[in-house]
């Protein structure tokens, strides 16, 4: 377990800040955009423990209160004046394997928690009273407006997660960050899945450049909100292209390709490309180099602003079933989602 504090006062920017490996190779799987939400907690006197979970940045809004004090963006509990701890009980929007947690304690200064842990548990419906807990963080020592990154190694599919704050005090946003997972053979077999999306095991593996927009943002559910949901890359001045590399959620048989420039009006690609290959050995690493030599899964097409883009079976190359795609901008621009829709092959 490894531990990182990385004081903010708002959210760490990974063109900033050196993300550890884990928040920037995985989800947020606690995450209200995917359906997390809070179960019960033991108290939120002063902010509701729901905003802990939001997507957006913690922000500090100077001169506003409500009936209860201090507005807080966050999960912040009163002053306890007796024996004992609180706690707050999540149910994450995606069940899957948790590599990482990022307890952010962003805008609370005199009013955070010394101290937190995390517990999860795999259960159907909600937990109970019989429900048994697995610790996945031992308490570790918080500091105020800051990140806590703790690494997790945990090779579990875990539905639920219990955050507990020693004694007291108030939390900006808690992250679970980690990879979804789908028991794909207990799915009818030759239907079409999008195989690519985030709740089907998708993941972002690499990318050229992220300056304006995070690339994780591609394999969302729903079409993006605005110009900021999506992948926007800084404006190319040398040759080349800039790509982004999706690992699909299994072996897909591709038959239909979605790209899709919502909002993107006047930094769209010019054009885009998609390379495809089936990985059976390496790692994210190398999969960058060996990327350069993957075939060719659908030639270079033209794109327009602000339109979604779909090309079928008779405009892709018959390459095979494949485990990753390289979708290149050429020469660079926004992209709002890339969906990859084909048949599973099982082995």
Request: hydrophobic share 40%; with cysteine.
């Amino acid at each position: 377990m490894s531990q990182t504090h990385l004081p903010d006062g708002h959210i760490v920017q990974a063109d900033t800040v050196a993300l550890p490996e884990f928040a920037s190779r995985f989800a947020n799987l606690a995450s209200a955009d995917f359906g997390a939400k809070v179960l019960s907690c033991s108290d939120e006197w002063f902010a509701a423990a729901q905003r802990m979970l939001q997507s957006a940045p913690p922000v500090f809004i100077v001169g506003k209160f409500d009936d209860h004090g201090k507005w807080m963006d966050g999960w912040e509990t009163r002053r306890k004046r007796f024996e004992g701890y609180d706690h707050a009980v999540v149910q994450l929007g995606l069940p899957g394997l948790i590599k990482g947690v990022d307890i952010d304690t962003s805008h609370f200064t005199g009013n955070f928690p010394p101290a937190a842990s995390l517990e999860a548990c795999a259960v159907q419906g909600e937990p109970d009273a019989q429900t048994e807990w697995t610790t996945l963080v031992p308490a570790v020592a918080l500091q105020g407006n800051s990140h806590c990154f703790v690494e997790v190694d945990s090779e579990q599919v875990w539905t639920h997660v219990r955050l507990n704050i020693y004694p007291d005090g108030g939390v900006a946003r808690l992250r679970v960050y980690g990879l979804p997972k789908v028991d794909w053979h207990s799915r009818p077999a030759g239907e079409v899945y999008e195989t690519s999306a985030l709740a089907n095991g998708g993941r972002i593996v690499a990318v050229s450049n992220a300056h304006f927009g995070v690339p994780f943002r591609l394999n969302m559910p729903g079409r993006g909100v605005n110009m900021g949901d999506g992948w926007e890359t800084a404006r190319r001045r040398v040759p080349g292209n800039e790509w982004c590399i999706i690992e699909l959620g299994c072996k897909t048989l591709v038959e239909k390709i979605e790209v899709d420039t919502a909002h993107f009006k006047g930094n769209y690609p010019d054009s885009v490309s998609i390379q495809a290959a089936d990985v059976t050995f390496g790692t994210d690493e190398s999969v960058v180099t060996q990327s350069m030599f993957w075939q060719e899964l659908l030639p270079p097409s033209k794109t327009e602003m602000d339109k979604q883009h779909y090309y079928e079976s008779a405009d892709l190359k018959d390459i095979g079933p494949v485990t990753h795609v390289k979708l290149n901008l050429h020469p660079d621009g926004g992209v709002s989602r890339l969906r990859i829709w084909g048949k599973p092959v099982l082995e």
